[in-house]
């Protein structure tokens, strides 16, 4: 039976999960299952397990000892309590009720119904060379989990925010309307400024169906695929709600995903306008080090409702009404362009392929390719045709790198052409809540970035990151409207700029060299002191909001949350 439910995602946890990924590999149930996240927590307390029983005690270094453990902590309700009780077990117990165990403010555990209760708290203070005061982060919450029958699972995260961004973070929020990686939102203290306050809620039900299969119902956020950005789904955009149906048999993992998404944020006070996504991947281990993949997406959604048009000689023409989700889309096993053409509709739908390949328990080479729309006499033309829309990735892991323990390194580059995830209208654009759902940049570019990643100390990391972008932006100086290059997913289609010609880095053609030094100390289990310095570099051919340099510093208390990252 798959475990019931997942590690939240948090990209520091998830490099230390990948990192032992790659070193002892997937068990026999092909736990962890790293092309889709986020991971079952069962599969990831196995795999901590087994760095410690398979590796034994000399061949450890104190970090990869730490992190193990501290892995075990964080999922031990997975775990034989009868042999590691006593590795969660507090020494001094808050009033002999509150944390009995290291990891949670308040636990329950019986023979079938386990409860998780922890505070969230992320206070962050900083200052930006481009704005005037201090930027902060002041979020306040709870997290919830637990599980019923050993196959319920459910969980919660609710935060209020009030936020203080830097000028880039501004720059970004001003074009799009929107707080990334939030939904609703509103003004701080003062209408206009840079400063927001907005509320956090993710939280579902999983439910696991029988030994190979998953479901969960939830409001989150998911990803796919091995690299740090993925161009098929990505955790950047707000969280949805969906429903998610994970099936594990044999060699194969199937994910099918029905999500209802925000098609656009009014200004009004009224019921948004929505729109649906499906996308099923399904990956195949081909050898025990090498998987691969093949997915498919559609967005569909309908538009405000048109009245029908009556003409003199009683002739009626049925007005356009507002459409709801497909039904024939929950059809699992079944191509999504033949739902299309059966239902005379053109939804956006978008294919491709990733695969993974571990090479000695020290390397892995992946890579990502996604097909928006395209015609091969028009590619073998090569005549920059604007509807050859395709996206692709290519990166590596390498870890322990030059035989240093706790050294790790990642590289990857990704190129997007213009217009990839564009649509005609905001209903079938491949983005939510007007955030992207692939990459936070959007399209019309290529990025070559880096992550290097040290653990000197057990309880100390430090984690260098630079990617550089070429991108083509569409702030052109003296016009207006502003034209349409193919960079923003949120701009409709049918305002490109030309038919042919289209390169990659049209339009106001951007550089952007954007580095990242962060010291996280772990002072207890999910408590951590952060130290981080952002400095950015941007220059555009047309004046572009950005250029020039910028820096960030801050630090940051945070207890059961993840850093609140801006990369793009």
Known sequence: MQGVNYVPLDQDTYRLIDRYAIKYGA?????????????????????????????????????????????????????????????????????????????DFYNVKTEDFTLRLNPVLLLQVGKDNQSDGLRYVNTRGIQLEGTIDQRLGFYTFLADNQQAVPQYVQTRIQRDQIVPHEGY?????????????????????????????????????????????????????????????????????YQNLFAELTAQREIADQVYPKKYMALHHLSFDVTPDFNIGVFESTILGGRNPEPDTVYANGKVIPGRRARGFELQYLNPVIFYRAVEQNVGSADNAILGLDFKWNIKRRGQIYGQLVLDEFKISEIRA?????????????????????????????????????????????????????????????????????????????????????????????NVAGVDPQPNYGG?????????????????????????????????????????????????????????????????????????????LHEF
Request: charged content about 15%; overall charge positive.
């Open 488 to 564: 923003n997913v949120l701009k409709p289609y049918t305002t490109r700029v030309t038919e042919y010609g289209n390169s990659v880095g049209q339009g106001n053609t951007t550089n952007l060299l954007h580095a990242d030094l962060t010291a996280s100390y772990m002072l207890k289990h999910n408590l951590w002191l952060d130290a981080k310095q952002i400095v950015r570099y941007q220059t555009g051919n047309e004046g572009a909001a950005g250029n020039g340099t910028e820096a960030f510093t801050s630090v940051s208390l945070r207890w059961n949350m993840p850093q609140r």
């Open 185 to 253: 939102w509103k003004y701080f203290k003062t209408e206009g400024g840079s400063q927001y306050d907005f509320f956090t809620a993710r939280g579902g039900i999983t439910y696991a169906a029988g030994k190979h299969v998953n479901l969960q119902l939830a409001h989150d956020r998911n990803f796919i695929g091995n690299g740090y950005r993925s161009l098929i789904l990505s955790d950047y955009s707000a969280p949805y709600f969906f429903l998610k149906v994970n099936t594990r048999v044999w060699k194969f993992n």
């Open 27 to 103: 068990d026999t149930l092909h736990d962890p299952y790293t092309a889709v996240r986020p991971y079952h927590r069962k599969g990831v307390a196995r795999l901590a397990q087994r760095v410690l029983l398979d590796s034994g005690a000399a061949s450890l270094s104190a970090a990869d000892r730490f992190n193990a453990e501290y892995l075990m902590r964080d999922n031990w309700n997975y775990l034989p309590q009868a042999q590691y009780a006593d590795l969660n077990r507090s020494k001094r117990p808050l009033f002999n009720t509150f944390y009995q165990n290291q990891s």
């Open 382 to 474: 090569g005549n920059g045709w604007w509807a050859n829309k395709q996206a692709f990735q290519l990166g590596g892991k390498y870890i322990d790198v030059a035989g240093i323990q706790n050294l790790d390194l990642q590289v990857e580059f990704n190129y997007i052409r213009p217009y990839t995830y564009q649509h005609e209208d905001s209903y079938t654009n491949y983005q939510h809540y007007q955030q992207p759902l692939a990459h936070p940049m959007g399209a019309n570019l290529y990025e070559l970035l880096g992550v290097l990643s040290y653990q000197p100390l057990p309880r100390l990391n430090l984690v260098g990151k630079a990617f550089y972008t070429k991108q083509g932006l569409d």
